[in-house]
């Protein structure tokens, strides 16, 4: 008899778990846009969004969702013809490169995998071939949420300004802003992206954009911009309906500023990237300790180069997929699906699924999806190593 009564939980990478009480601040009526409390409030994100980044940069909020955001920067950074260096570490990054191309930019792509970490020094090479200066902008995700892979963003930045190329940094932080650290001013990151369905712990439908005074001056000119995604309004325009090129997203701003105040007055950022940290060793440890009797391995093995918002895992002989299914039909919880390893249409598409530890999760959260994890793999007879949870418990440390 299946278990799954109860409250669901849905532990996969996006849209994350949407907490009460931002559900509860988006229960109201529509509020007057053109003038009033609602200006105070948006004034009130956009200037905690700062803070969430930790930077005096510019910021925008679209509406829309990440691809959104893709096309907002590509838009803002480039004109046709112009080059991009794209550095990938799983689907997202792929994406990203592809939603640029298709507007016209000359894409250069390093495609470091979907197991590891950029290198440094293997995009610094690539700066130091264009002698012409034909790249604009080197672009990355921080944590690709498809493979997991986290790319060290500050020494990026370090390798970059060694040698001498004036590219602009643009970072998606989709998946890590609100979950792993982002320094935006420290670590010299030019344009970041986000969304508000991943660490922003609020429904889609808003992307948002920072980019620091040197991006905007050495974009000035760029060719790509059209009416909506042109970002000089949002941060210049004198009225409110310019921050938004129309309506605001009334009830998403609610929700925002629930959110914002959660993670930035209540929780402290740095106490959120903390819990997000110690959730992710609990979520690697119990893999391990699994992987030692059975077909089971963390998508990246060096965990310096892991995110902490999303763990990607494989389990061999389609036991990935028998186990979501079963975590959803027998206790309520859904994984998310393995994305960008293998095609749907291929057998291999059963062997990954990834776990969501990303926004409004605590201890039980993650815990209680391990020992989900745990009772699954043994009612499907999948083969696995022992004491995942105390190893677990033992990392929460
Ligand atoms: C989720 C995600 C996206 C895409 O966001 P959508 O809202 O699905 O368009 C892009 N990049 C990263 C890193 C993401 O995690």
């Known amino acids: 008899m299946s278990l799954a009564q109860g409250r669901p939980y849905l532990a996969i990478p996006g849209p994350s778990v949407l907490p009460d009480r931002v559900l509860a601040a988006m229960m109201r009526p529509a509020p007057n846009i053109y003038a009033g409390p609602l200006h105070d409030l948006t004034h009130s994100v956009l200037a905690d969004l700062r803070r969430l980044a930790r930077t005096t940069a510019h910021v925008a909020v679209y509406v829309g969702n990440g691809h959104a955001g893709w096309e907002a920067a590509n838009a803002n950074l480039f004109s046709a013809g112009d080059g991009a260096l794209f550095v990938t570490t799983g689907n997202f990054g792929l994406g990203w490169a592809e939603s640029a191309r298709r507007m016209g930019v000359a894409v250069e ?119 909506y995604w042109d970002w000089t309004p949002r941060f210049f325009g004198q009225e409110y309906w310019h921050l938004f090129c129309g309506t605001a997203p009334t009830h998403h701003l609610f929700a925002l500023r629930e959110s914002l105040t959660m993670i930035l007055e209540e ?30 391995a963390l998508n990246v093995a060096d965990p310096t180069m892991r995110g902490h918002s999303v763990t990607a895992a494989r389990m061999g002989d389609g036991a990935a997929g028998r186990l979501r299914a079963w975590a959803e039909a027998e206790t309520g919880v859904t994984l998310g699906i393995g994305l960008g390893m293998a095609l749907p249409s291929e057998p291999a598409y059963g062997d990954f699924l990834r776990l969501a530890h990303m926004g409004h ?16 793999l043994t009612a499907l007879g999948v083969p696995h190593g022992k004491g995942a949870l105390d190893a677990a418990i033992a990392a929460l440390g």
């Open 109 to 227: 792509a390093i495609d470091c995998g979907k197991r590891v970490a950029a290198d440094p020094w293997q995009i610094a090479s690539a700066l130091r071939q264009d002698g012409a200066g034909r790249i604009r902008a080197v672009l990355l995700t921080q944590t690709d949420t498809a493979s997991s892979v986290r790319n060290d963003v500050a020494a990026i930045r370090s390798a970059i300004d060694a040698t001498g190329h004036p590219a602009l940094l643009a970072v998606d932080g989709i998946a890590s802003v609100g979950c792993d650290p982002m320094q935006m001013d420290e670590w010299g990151v030019d344009v970041l992206l986000a969304a508000s369905q991943k660490g922003l712990m609020a429904p889609p439908g808003l992307a948002i954009l920072w980019a620091s005074d040197k991006a905007v001056r050495a974009t000035a000119s760029s060719g790509l911009r059209t009416p």
């Open 267 to 296: 929780e402290g950022l740095d106490n959120v990237w903390a819990r997000h940290a110690r959730l992710a060793r609990a979520v690697w440890a119990a893999f391990d300790a699994w992987g030692q009797g059975g077909d089971i």
């Open 361 to 376: 999760v605590n201890a039980h959260m993650t815990l209680g999806a391990l020992s989900v994890i745990e009772a699954g």
